[in-house]
């Protein structure tokens, strides 16, 4: 066994529940803050955070039918989290029949370690729960690190569209995954 093995080992991937969505919340705004924090004006950074986390909202999103929420721990810790989401999609999406990857988001601390490539894989059969026959989501444009992931994972650029973030409006590229062709996950 390797010690990548080992360390794969102690990662659960589960549906959130309820309960979750305090430590969900944290880890969610944490997350984001991380991520964008330093490309972002406080000001819309700190709008976006309250309006978008919080054991309101994640209670919400954690009780709503169109949204499976798969958490990722390690020995019991949060180390990552995604939402799946049957929505609207956008018109470059076409009808490819998809539901959206609303959120993939992995602690700085298990960045390139292989959980996100397992997240992805339970994110695929979450998208198969609902009857979808593919995956969309949307990127900002200047996040090259997500786009690589999403790359290697079999994404394809289909156009862009615009995300809110606190008032300011940012362009994000969007990404298909098929999920009915030979080989896909
Ligand atoms: C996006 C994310 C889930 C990817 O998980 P990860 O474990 O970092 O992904 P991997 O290391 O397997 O793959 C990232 C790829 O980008 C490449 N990469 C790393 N840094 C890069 C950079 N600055 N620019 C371009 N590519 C980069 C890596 O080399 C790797 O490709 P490789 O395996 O072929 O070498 C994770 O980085 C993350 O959670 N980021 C913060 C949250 C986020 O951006 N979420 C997406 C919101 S849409």
Request: charge should be negative; hydrophobic fraction near 45%; include cysteine.
């Given at each position: ?81 995604a939402q799946v989401h049957?929505?609207?999609a956008?018109?470059?999406v076409?009808?490819?029949?998809a539901v959206e990857l609303q959120r993939f ?18 994110v ?10 593919g995956l969309w989501l949307g990127v ?6 997500a786009i690589?992931?999403y790359?290697?994972c079999?994404y394809?650029?289909v156009?862009?569209k ?10 994000d590229r969007v990404m298909l995954l ?8």
């Open positions: 066994m390797t010690t990548a093995d080992i360390f794969m080992d102690r990662l659960a991937i589960r549906r959130g529940l309820p309960a979750d969505a305090a430590a969900l919340a944290a880890f969610a705004a944490r997350s984001f803050a991380d991520t964008f924090g330093a490309a972002n004006d406080p000001a819309h950074l700190q709008a976006f955070l309250d309006a978008t986390y919080g054991v309101e909202q994640q209670s919400r999103e954690l009780a709503d039918v169109d949204t499976a929420t798969l958490l990722a721990t390690l020995d019991g810790e949060l180390v990552a989290y049957r929505g609207e956008p018109a470059c076409g009808a490819a029949d988001y992995v602690d700085r601390a298990a960045h390139g370690s292989g959980v996100a490539q397992r997240l992805m894989q339970a695929c059969t979450a998208a198969r729960g609902f009857g979808a026959r900002w444009e200047r996040n090259p690190r690589a992931f790359a290697k079999g394809v650029d156009g862009s615009t995300f809110d973030v606190g008032g300011d409006r940012q362009s098929p999920l009915d062709q030979p080989g896909a996950r």
